[in-house]
């Protein structure tokens, strides 16, 4: 959680980077280069991350089960993304433009942090989770300290589209960093070498198949809409340049519960292999997962004006003419927290293997979302994408959760739902009655400051610390 908190703050100071120092088309550009390869990178992934922690977690021979997955991982690494590339570059409606280039240098970052992702599973396994926080918070100083340096240099709304290059393949070498820095420490706790098993490969590549599926469902209605906007906008560069930071700011928000259920994911499938009880783990998850979507969503909602001045630069807030990124991000507020449910459910089914009802239902939602996104994408532009996001979010939560209950069902008292209602309520409150202070940078770093000190004390004024374990 430490480690996601920081990489929030350095990546939200890198956005403010670029904005600072790209153009809006370029900045639309850079956006759609990541945005693009997301999908990709989800394809690459091919759900070895979600079984790797169960099934390392649970081998006699961890050294084993882990070297046929880095193998098993290099493998659909290099075909998703060659694929990723050619397609880049075949594309007619982007020749000509800086995108491909972009994309190919950009690449970089999916290709290296998901080679790190798959050695994250080692610290999980032993709860070493600190060489995480190094290794992932010194890979994001990096990323940040080197755009940084442009900005001190003077670069200030530059149209060379080399500095945007440069930008992206600064991200590469911190990709880099986090992949160097994750080998290192994770051959101190145990051996990590690849190892060619046919059998072993079989069976993993069986195993993951269909979360790899799931995982592809979820990154088209969750990422494919900044690739659509590209494809179906003549505008896109400016359009994902308003859509495309959001975008950014807004990950931090739906890693957050992730990395949470991934720590929560060993004890799970060991207590629930060994037959014990597990409502009660759940429950409290689960209550997190609903404090943490109301902190986000409340800010993201009542904050998103001032926060977008500070996060980027003013020229990206809405006028009475266009709608700018303050807009997107009141309307993916509601999604922000309605991934918490998702990814929990999502977590539960993945823990009792049941593999088909989770992929009917997310096959559903990414359905419908690229159904929606075609049809309000060429109108409304982002802000289509925005209120496709919401409904099919809102679908998921509704279909997801009553599955995840069927079959391991949580333990949550009236009780703390009561404390989740008084906190969210609280919360709203203070946020709305204080937004119209936030008039400049200053204020609203202040106001982040003591939002903080009050989030904590309403945490311990209605006992939510307690009520999650801490």
């Known amino acids: 959680m430490a480690s996601q908190f920081g990489m929030a703050a350095l990546s939200i100071l890198t956005v403010k980077f670029v904005a600072i120092g790209l153009t809006k088309e370029l900045a639309g550009y850079y956006n759609s280069s990541y945005g693009y390869l997301q999908v990709f990178g989800i394809l690459a992934d091919f759900g070895l991350y979600a079984i790797a922690v169960r099934e390392v977690a649970r081998a006699k021979n961890r050294a084993e089960v882990l070297g046929g997955l880095i193998i098993l991982r290099c493998i659909i690494l290099f075909l998703s993304l060659s694929l990723a590339l050619a ?35 080692v610290f999980q396994v032993h709860y070493k989770m600190h060489y995480v926080f190094i290794a992932e918070v010194t890979h994001r100083a990096i990323t940040t300290g080197l755009i940084g340096l442009f900005i001190l240099w003077g670069i200030r709304q530059t149209s060379d589209v080399r500095i945007m290059y440069a930008f992206l393949a600064i991200g ?32 993993l590549a069986r ?43 807004t990950d931090m928000a739906f890693l957050i519960p992730t990395f949470l259920l991934n720590s929560v994911l060993p004890t799970l499938s060991q207590s629930h292999e ?7 783990m759940l429950g409290k998850t689960f209550l997190l997962l609903l404090v943490l979507g109301s902190i986000s969503s409340l800010f993201s909602y009542f904050w998103a004006r001032p926060l977008i001045a500070l996060l980027t630069t003013e020229q990206y807030l809405s006028t ?44 559903a939602g990414a359905f419908l979302s690229v159904g929606l996104n075609l049809l309000l994408i060429p109108d409304y532009g982002f802000l289509g994408a925005c209120l496709t996001s919401i409904f099919v979010h809102g679908v998921l939560a509704l279909t997801l959760l009553p599955a995840s209950q069927k079959v391991l069902p949580l333990m949550l008292s009236l009780a703390d739902v009561l404390r989740w209602i008084a906190f969210t309520i609280l919360l709203g409150a203070l946020l709305a009655l204080s937004a119209p202070l936030l008039t400049d940078s200053l204020r609203t ?9 009050a989030i904590l004390g309403l945490a311990e004024i ?3 610390r307690r009520a999650v374990g801490f």
């Open 87 to 121: 397609l880049a570059w075949i594309l007619p409606m982007w020749r000509g433009t800086p995108l491909p280039l972009g994309v190919t240098i950009a690449a970089f970052v999916p290709f290296f942090t998901l080679l790190a992702g798959i050695l994250r599973t």
């Open 172 to 203: 590469g070498i911190g990709a880099f960093t986090l992949y160097l820095l994750s080998m290192f420490f994770g051959n101190r706790l145990q051996r990590i070498r690849p190892r060619w098993d046919s059998a072993l490969l079989g069976r």
């Open 207 to 249: 195993t993951a198949a269909p979360y790899g599926l799931a995982f592809l469902c979820m990154a088209l209605y969750r990422q494919f809409d900044v690739t659509l906007i590209a494809l179906l906008r003549s505008d896109f560069e400016l359009q994902n340049a308003y859509y495309g930071f959001v975008l950014r700011m």
């Open 274 to 280: 060994k037959g014990e009880e597990t409502r009660s």
């Open 320 to 363: 009475p003419t266009q709608a700018g990124s303050d807009i997107a991000l009141q309307l993916l507020s509601a999604p922000i927290f309605l991934n918490g449910i998702v990814l929990y459910s999502f977590y539960v089914l993945l823990t009792r293997h049941a593999w088909r009802r989770l992929v009917l239902l997310l096959g």
């Open 445 to 453: 770093i202040i106001g982040l400051g003591l939002a903080g000190g």
């Open 462 to 464: 209605l006992k939510i």
